[in-house]
């Protein structure tokens, strides 16, 4: 009861995903070691697309960028939330709550944002590939990354000033492991048309950037379908289907949470899916997409066969 008074007065208490301390610790462990290996792979994916020669071409310089945004995105869901179960509390301060607002939406933007770009860059590379180096020369993937960043930081201060202009007469009680904006919405007893005005733009632009995903895709396998080399096929698709996975359970997983009414308990459906769009996409991206790619696997082991880069 202390530390519900506490959080009506001066933040949010964080319900998680269990009363039990048995299992809020095991929770917290399996958060810890999930963290761990999701920031390790994209830290290496970061650190072998800088640094070695053969992975410079526009598809890994994008990859790069999907593992920064991934790395950034774990750092700022998860750490807070082994945090707050290994303490017992689940309390968060508002202003913790709201720099959580503003990262997690920029960076889920950024997401949606790079993945699209990244569709259509392997659109050129299937369907055009006489023009690629004309069509993603590095000047206009430098554009494309900026503008990725900038939407990026533009979604995260949009959410978060609608967001101040809550007022919360509630018993500030999110049904989740970290601040999501459903959740804070539901809380606010004043006009949220600010909030939903916002909220509907953005859905609006995510829908047209998933739309551009599967014209992309369309074209891509009425192309793979085409070729008269299996061989070709198969090393299209092995670059191809992994990105497309990625993008399926990145925005059906986060459309359903965004979509579907929120609840007064977080339930074991509506747990999977907060797990499935804000965990499980950061820490699996290197997995896939270096277990198909036979150039990121070679320069892996050369990585942990030698303890500096060489051309």
């Given amino acids: 009861m202390f530390v519900r008074n506490i959080t009506t007065k001066n933040g949010f208490l964080l319900t998680g995903f269990s ?19 999701g920031s390790a792979g994209n830290f290496v994916i970061i650190t072998i697309t800088t640094l070695d020669p053969q992975l410079q071409s526009p598809m890994y310089y994008f990859l790069k960028h999907l593992s920064l945004l991934d790395l950034s995105s774990l750092s700022v869901t998860v750490p807070q939330y082994i945090d707050s179960s290994l303490a017992g509390t689940g309390y968060i301060s508002y202003s913790q709550c709201m720099l959580q607002v503003f990262f997690f939406t ?14 259509y860059d392997r659109y050129v590379a299937v369907c055009l590939p006489l023009h690629y180096e004309i069509i993603v020369c590095p ?9 990725v960043w ?19 007469c509630r018993t500030k009680i999110i049904h989740q492991f970290f601040c999501d904006v459903p959740q804070l919405l539901k809380l606010s007893c004043s006009n949220d048309y600010l909030v939903m005005g916002v909220t509907d733009f953005l859905s609006v632009m995510a829908f047209a950037c998933f739309a551009g995903i599967v014209l992309s895709y369309v074209h891509i396998f009425s192309t793979v379908l085409r070729m008269p080399s299996a061989e070709n096929r198969t090393k299209v698709l092995s670059t191809c289907l ?21 609840s007064d308990s977080l339930t074991a459906l509506n747990f999977l899916f907060s ?37």
């Fill in 275 to 311: 797990v499935f769009y804000t965990v499980l996409p950061p820490t699996l991206n290197p997995v896939i997409y270096s277990l198909r790619n036979e150039i990121i696997k070679s320069v892996l082991r050369k990585l942990l066969l030698s303890t500096k880069f060489t051309g």
């Fill in 150 to 168: 900038l939407s990026s930081g533009i979604t995260g201060t949009l959410y978060i000033a609608t967001i101040f202009s809550i007022r919360f």
């Fill in 19 to 37: 009363d039990n301390r048995e299992l809020q610790i095991l929770h917290a462990l399996l958060f810890l070691v999930t963290y761990l290996l």
């Fill in 106 to 119: 920029a960076f889920a933007w950024g997401e949606v944002a790079i993945l699209t770009v990244m569709s």
């Fill in 139 to 147: 000047r206009k993937c430098r554009w494309a990354v900026a503008f």
């Fill in 242 to 262: 992994p990105h497309l996975f990625v993008v399926s359970l990145f925005l059906f997983t986060g459309s359903y949470a965004y979509l579907n009414p929120t």
